[in-house]
């Protein structure tokens, strides 16, 4: 979430100047999903990001420095030109035109491996997919990243606890649904205003827990939500580009 929503929309506002200049280089760690964004993602040489340990000082005749992002909120600018570039890139569509046949209807499901994910996960997963057995329910684990921003970009819906794996609807669809589980004690609303300024149909559920125990979450609630977004109690666009009821 840190390097996806603060520091990965730098780029993006120096992508022009760094492909017009192939011998610059890119600071930033060399993690996996970090390496796979510059590279994949926006297709740029693997060669030019370099890791600086440390605080030793590196010698540039030039130094590019765009604006730090705030946490998990990009700033409006930086995120739009982010979204220019990589839809661009990968052939993402911008917007959900419409309300999704029940028969072709993606949800995914944001999952963790840590303490945030809800306990009862298992138990949600197996009530949705009887109550919506035409419901599409997938999980973004597992994928490279460049195929988990083609999935939250097809996504109708995406359903996850507060944090990182909810970081990734900065790819969906103007139009797409939202449904996050916050802690109502120390709870952040950082990804709604991603949510606010990509026109997504932001939705949450409080629960009772600390940010840092894992949370217990109602099934039919989150049903309640999908069933909702199904009937399409979301907003669609209309052919003058204003939103409407989905019909």
Known sequence: DH???EHLPRLAVAYDVLRA???????APR???VVQYVTEVLGLADHRLREIAGLRS?????????QPQRCGSALTVALFALRKVVFGRLHLNHTRPARVPPGDMLVVMADRKDVRQPANHEEILRHLRGAFPAVRFRSHLGLRVV????LFNAADMVIGAHGANIANIMWCRHGTAVLEYVSRMTGNPCYYQTASKLDLQYRMILSP?????PPVVRPAEVARH????LRGGTSCRDPSGRWRPCA
């Open 21 to 27: 200049n192939p011998e610059m280089a890119i600071v």
């Open 209 to 213: 827990n600390r940010q840092g125990d």
């Open 147 to 150: 195929d988990q921003v083609r």
């Open 226 to 229: 999908v069933a909702d977004v």
């Open 31 to 33: 993690y996996g999903f």
């Open 3 to 5: 390097f996806t929503h």
């Open 58 to 66: 590196v010698p540039f005749a030039t130094v590019v420095y765009p």
